[in-house]
């Protein structure tokens, strides 16, 4: 049963933002995504940034490499954030 609160309700979509990272013994990535969940539940993803790099010649283990994909990542989402606002049509 509904109260008449729930009518009174207004509903905005949600925007998380969501970051990724990856690292091998060949290149380590980052990637920002944003992830909207409208108000009907449906779900739509957006990739705001990514970047890669290739690990370097010398031998390094690969939990390094993943700490430099971390440290990339952490650069990334500072770029990102800081990224002038913009208005969402969603």
Not at 27 to 35: G, P, T
Not at 40 to 53: E, G, Q, R
Not at 63 to 78: E, N, T, V, W
Request: charged share 10%.
């Amino acid at each position: 049963m509904h109260s008449a609160l729930d009518y009174l309700r207004i509903s905005y979509p949600t925007l998380r933002p969501s970051w990724f990272s990856d690292a091998s013994t060949a290149a380590f990535a980052v990637a920002v995504y944003l992830r909207i969940i409208n108000i009907n539940d449906s779900i739509t993803l957006f990739l705001l940034a990514a970047k890669s790099k290739v690990a370097p010649l010398k031998t390094i283990s690969v939990p390094r490499l993943g700490l430099s994909a971390a440290l990339l990542l952490a650069c990334l989402m500072h770029f990102t954030l800081s990224a002038p606002t913009f208005e969402c049509h969603c």
